[in-house]
C-alpha cells in the first residue's frame, strides 16, 4: 500500500517559534511533492511544492525533500496565530496511466497545528 | 475568477435516496478529481477524470459514480447513499497531471 505518513500531532508552538512538520511517503515513484494549509471547515490551499533534493524556501515557509530518506518536511518560521490550521503532506506519483500522463496525488492524514500567543 | 464550484454546500439526506453533487471548474482544466475527507484519514480520492469521458476509480470509489459529458463539470453521483458515506467531499481539478490540485470549497453530507 503506497502512503504518505505524517506526524501524529497536534502540534502546539509559541507564537514566534519554528514549527516543524515532517512527512513520509513510500512510493519511491513519487516525484512531487505538495503542502496544503486547510483551516477548519475550509478547503485546502496550496503552501509549497517541491520536487528537487534540498531546501526551498518561500517567506517564512521553507520545504524541505530528502528523497533517499523519502523524508519532506516544512519549516515555518516565525509561526503566528493565523498559522493555526492543519497542514496536508501529499505525494504525486510518477508514471502513466492508461496511455495518460497521469501523477496520482496520495494525501496524509493531516498534522493540526496550534500557534498560541 | 477563476474557480471550483460544488453545489450543494450541506446536504442532509436518509439512506438509499439518490444523490448528485456538482462540480464545475472554469479553468478549462483537464483533469479533475473528487476526494472525501474523514477525521484521521486525510484526504482520499474517490474517482478522477483526465479528460471528457475518460473517468477511472480512485482509492475508495464503491458506493459512487461519476461522468465527465463535458469538461468544465463533474458530477459526483451516490445511487444508493449509506451512513458510512457521510463525510467532507471535495471536488479538485488540476490542468495537467502533474500540477497542484485546485481545490472547491467542500460539500458536508450527512446520510441519515
Known amino acids: 500500500q503506497k502512503e504518505v505518513e505524517q506526524n501524529s500531532g497536534p502540534l502546539s508552538v509559541p507564537e514566534g517559534a519554528i514549527a516543524s512538520l515532517n512527512c513520509t511517503y513510500s512510493?519511491?515513484?513519487?516525484?512531487?511533492f505538495f503542502w496544503y494549509r486547510q483551516y477548519s471547515g475550509k478547503s485546502p490551499e496550496l503552501i509549497m511544492f517541491?520536487?528537487?533534493?534540498g531546501d526551498k524556501e518561500d517567506g517564512r515557509f521553507t520545504a524541505q525533500l530528502n528523497k533517499a530518506s523519502q523524508y519532506v518536511s516544512l519549516l515555518i518560521r516565525d509561526s503566528q496565530p493565523s498559522d493555526s490550521a492543519t497542514y496536508l503532506c501529499?505525494?504525486?506519483?510518477?508514471?502513466?496511466?492508461?496511455?495518460?500522463?497521469?501523477?496520482?496525488?496520495?494525501f496524509g492524514q493531516g498534522t493540526i497545528l496550534t500557534v498560541h500567543p | 475568477e477563476a474557480q471550483v464550484t460544488q453545489n450543494p454546500r450541506y446536504l442532509i439526506t436518509v439512506t438509499g435516496k439518490k444523490l448528485t453533487v456538482t462540480c464545475s471548474q472554469n479553468?478549462?482544466?483537464?483533469?479533475m478529481s473528487w476526494y472525501r475527507q474523514d477525521p484521521g484519514l486525510g484526504l482520499r480520492q474517490i474517482y478522477y477524470?483526465?479528460?471528457?469521458?475518460?473517468?477511472d476509480k480512485g482509492d475508495v470509489p464503491e458506493g459512487y459514480k461519476v461522468s465527465r459529458k463535458e469538461k468544465r463539470n463533474f458530477p459526483l453521483i451516490l445511487e444508493s447513499p449509506s451512513p458510512n458515506q457521510t463525510s467532507l467531499y471535495f471536488c479538485?481539478?488540476?490542468?495537467?497531471?502533474?500540477?497542484?490540485?485546485?481545490f472547491g470549497p467542500g460539500t458536508r453530507l450527512t446520510v441519515l
Open positions: 477524470s483526465m479528460n471528457v469521458e475518460v473517468t
Open positions: 501529499a505525494a504525486r506519483s510518477g508514471g502513466r496511466l492508461g496511455g495518460t500522463s497521469y501523477g496520482k496525488l496520495t
Open positions: 479538485a481539478s488540476t490542468p495537467s497531471g502533474f500540477s497542484e490540485q485546485f
Open positions: 517541491i520536487y528537487s533534493n
Open positions: 512510493d519511491r515513484g513519487s516525484q512531487s
Open positions: 479553468m478549462n482544466h483537464e483533469y
